[in-house]
């Protein structure tokens, strides 16, 4: 998930579309990313049939680490990015 602030919000159907994911192969991963204290789910007060999710500042700590990723893996192929 990339975002700019651990503090914004992402509701799960859009995290869904935008990882071409099904709810039923997200939802999963979600709860063990929140039973690791990666982020947090709860339901939108203004709709409570959507799910927010938010990144804990450990999972933020988690994302700034893997930013980097994408870059080492295009130089260690040695392609350009």
């Known amino acids: ?27 999963p991963l979600l709860k063990r990313m929140e039973s690791a204290g990666l982020v947090t789910r709860r339901r939108d007060p203004q709709d409570e049939r959507r799910v927010l999710i938010n990144l804990t500042s450990k999972g933020d700590a988690l994302r700034a680490e893997a930013v980097c990723i994408p870059q080492r893996l ?8």
């Open 1 to 27: 998930m990339k975002r700019t602030r651990f503090d914004d919000s992402l509701a799960q159907a859009w995290a869904a579309a935008l990882l071409y994911l099904d709810s039923g192969t997200l939802t």
């Open 74 to 81: 295009a130089e260690g192929a040695r392609v350009a990015p």
